[in-house]
């Protein structure tokens, strides 16, 4: 009896030891997977078939997606994709304070989520492409498909996207602010980083992508951002959140090899 009390004991220790993270499959991509990924050496794995392929995008959807210090959130697929396309639909803000990877080469990552994004001082981008963060409703395609965030069967484009859309607040919750506090987030040479979303604050942070551009746009009412190779268009009398940059944050999109740089591109702008 007592040997067989031990043998319990042991499988019961194995079986609870198991550690899942804060990456959270809401299971409308693929109802086959859905719950929270399992942490291996403090790397989450998120793995192409967790999501749905369309083409040359890789779309992933969470009912919540945060990162805890020292851990790493990492985007695996087949090298054809040029987009991963990451919805939260939880209504719980995603805090970033460890690694966001992407092993896709040279695949462009969007984080979506309304209900905010808080990157802390621990975090780190390990992307190889263009990185856009959005507390956007939706986004609209290049061909003008539109991918609502929140939506339970989102139709999923196989172009690429080009601007983020807001409801009115009568439709939809708040526009949610995006906070980045004591982070350092860099990008390879060229890409471009894109924060929008309502009130966005920058404090004690270093962004960096050199011969890039970085664009960062407030937005709170309804209205469209969209991207283009020339700057940033936007929806006529949308109405503007502040960006505020405080506490020695800087921003740079120069170079240290040669005398061009890139674009820095600010919609309504305090300085503290």
Do not use: C
Not at 85 to 107: C, K, Y
Not at 179 to 193: F, P
Request: no cysteine.
């Amino acid at each position: 009896m007592k040997r067989t009390t031990i043998t319990l004991l042991i499988l019961a220790i194995s079986v609870t030891s198991n550690v899942f993270s804060e990456v959270i499959l809401d299971g409308t991509m693929n109802p086959d997977f859905k719950g929270a990924l399992p942490l291996d050496n403090d790397t989450i794995e998120i793995k192409a078939a967790y999501g749905k392929i369309s083409d040359h995008n890789l779309y992933h959807s969470f009912s919540k997606f945060s990162i805890n210090t020292n851990e790493i959130a990492s985007f695996t697929g087949p090298d054809h994709i040029n987009n991963i396309i990451s919805r939260v639909t939880g209504m719980e803000p995603s805090i970033i304070d460890g690694t966001l990877r992407s092993e896709i080469s040279g695949a462009n990552l969007y984080l979506l989520n309304p209900a905010g994004i808080v990157f802390g001082e621990n975090a780190v981008l390990d992307i190889q492409g263009s990185f856009h963060i959005s507390t956007a409703d939706y986004l609209v395609m290049q061909n003008s498909d539109r991918f609502d965030i929140l939506a339970s069967e989102p139709m999923l484009s196989t172009s690429a996207p080009e601007t983020f859309g807001f409801l009115d607040d009568n439709l939809a919750q708040p526009i949610e602010k995006i906070e980045i506090n004591g982070s350092y987030l860099e990008l390879y040479e060229g890409q471009t980083m894109s924060i929008i979303g309502g009130d966005i604050e920058i404090s004690n942070s270093t962004l960096v992508v050199y011969e890039g551009r970085i664009n960062i746009f407030g937005v709170q009412s309804a209205g469209e951002i969209t991207l283009l190779d020339s700057g940033i268009d936007s929806t006529e009398n949308i109405k503007r959140g502040n960006i505020t940059i405080s506490d020695f944050s800087s921003i740079d999109v120069s170079t240290w090899v040669t005398s061009s740089s890139g674009d820095l591109l600010f919609l309504e702008m305090n300085f503290h």
